[in-house]
């Protein structure tokens, strides 16, 4: 007879298919990254400041779906399970970016992209099934392990968007769309659910959304409201390169497809390795503060380097730099998560991932249009560095937020366990 940490534990590979769909989500999200712009231009017959500011909005519609549906779906999971909910966006990753895929004008990527936010709410639910299997102590690190899967979407993600995009434009959104599907059979079969029934609560619409359910949480700690609000402004830092990476590259640079996608993967390998590999060795020896700290301020250093690079080597050096980043959010989140209660994992983290959205919904315009005006035939002066050099001052503030949040946590994942 099983004892009921073995009942409850689910099998190693649901958490690999976990593991996947983060994976996943990011492969896709990487993938059509370095033929986006070209898309844009071919589609809109636009130059690229043009197809810079309208990728902008797009991403900003991206994120209002997002603040929608993330409260929403990881109140679901807390009421259903994870693994429903888990399901239903991987299959919904897939319909996306077929859509996407046959895109005839500009307005079909709009509705992708409304798709897309809908689907990528469910990162609630897979940070939610993390902390449902790790105890608070340990968080830190399995947090870093969905930020190595982010990182390694990045890593293959943009250098098989290059190479399949020098194939064909739309090539790489079928690929994404395959890989989708792929994963929800195997999720099908394999996932086990993270979710005991007897710590289900009740779906609540009143509290499903970010600011009734953060104000529910105050209850629990008032650090809640500290940590989202870090991470809310973090999000806001870090979305400048997602947004800006091709089109920076390409304007300062000089970058193509195949630099861009190359450029993209060695960011994602660097992620990989120090939000898999370095949060493990970080974490005993710097504790989440001095590893929050670090980070920003590799994050900040790094911004300074591109605008000074005048080498392909200088431009890698300040991407190993910026690397030290991925040190931020898993030591936030695992502060945060061990905050509250195990029935309420869901809700925070969907009231997290949509306030991080608020982000998602400012930066894309805001760093587009900043580009646009230093960069190109109608810029003001030429930097088009400009918008990371923004990105580096907000990260500054949110480490300003955590620090104060972090008040009396004076060692290493010493938050108490509720």
Do not use: C
Not at 103 to 113: C, E, K, M
Not at 212 to 230: E, T
Request: hydrophobic share 55%.
């Amino acid at each position: 007879m099983p004892t009921i940490g073995e009942s409850r534990l689910p099998h190693r590979a649901s958490i690999a298919v976990v593991f996947a769909i983060v994976l996943i989500d990011m492969l896709g999200f990487g993938i059509v990254m370095p033929v986006l712009p070209r898309l844009i231009m071919d589609l809109g017959q636009i130059p690229i400041d043009s197809a810079a500011v309208f990728a902008g909005w797009l991403g900003a519609g991206y994120a209002v779906m997002q603040f929608v549906f993330a409260p929403i779906i990881g109140n679901l999971s807390d009421r259903f399970g994870r693994r429903p909910v888990l399901l239903a966006s991987v299959l919904a990753m897939a319909v996306d970016y077929t859509l996407m895929g046959f895109a005839p004008a500009l307005w079909w990527l709009i509705i992708g992209r409304i798709v897309a936010g809908m689907t990528g709410a469910s990162w609630s639910a897979a940070y939610a099934y993390i902390a449902d299997i790790t105890p608070p102590e340990k968080r830190a690190a399995s947090f870093g392990l969905m930020g190595m899967a982010f990182g390694l979407g990045f890593i293959l993600g943009p250098a098989a968007g290059g190479l399949l995009g020098a194939i064909d434009h739309r090539l790489p959104f079928f690929a994404a769309a395959g890989l989708a599907l792929a994963n929800f059979v195997f999720g099908m079969i394999v996932l086990k659910e993270s979710l005991p029934a007897d710590k289900r609560r009740p779906f609540d619409w009143a509290r499903a959304n970010a600011f009734a359910a953060l104000k529910a949480l105050k209850g629990q700690s008032g650090r809640v409201l500290w940590f989202v609000a870090a991470l809310g402004v973090w999000q806001l830092a870090h979305t400048v390169y997602p947004v800006i990476w091709a089109y920076f590259t390409i304007a300062a640079y000089g970058f193509d497809e195949r630099q861009i996608g190359l450029s993209l993967a060695v960011v994602g390998i660097v992620s990989a390795l120090v939000q898999g590999l370095g949060l493990r060795f970080a974490l005993p020896v710097l504790g989440e503060r001095g590893a929050v700290i670090a980070g920003v301020a590799g994050f900040v250093i790094a911004a300074v380097m591109y605008v000074f690079a005048g080498s392909t080597a200088a431009v890698y050096a300040a991407i190993v730099v910026g690397g030290m980043q991925g040190l931020i959010g898993p030591s936030i989140q695992a502060l945060n998560s061990a905050a509250v209660d195990g029935a309420s994992q869901g809700e925070l983290q969907g009231a997290t991932q949509s306030i991080g959205s608020i982000a998602q919904i400012i930066g894309p315009p805001l760093y587009t249009g900043i580009f646009a005006k230093f960069s190109g035939p109608q810029a003001m002066t030429e930097l088009p560095a400009m918008p990371l050099l923004v990105a580096a001052v907000f990260g500054v503030f949110a480490l300003v937020l955590f620090l104060r949040g972090a008040r009396g946590i004076s060692a290493p994942s010493r938050v108490p366990a509720p």
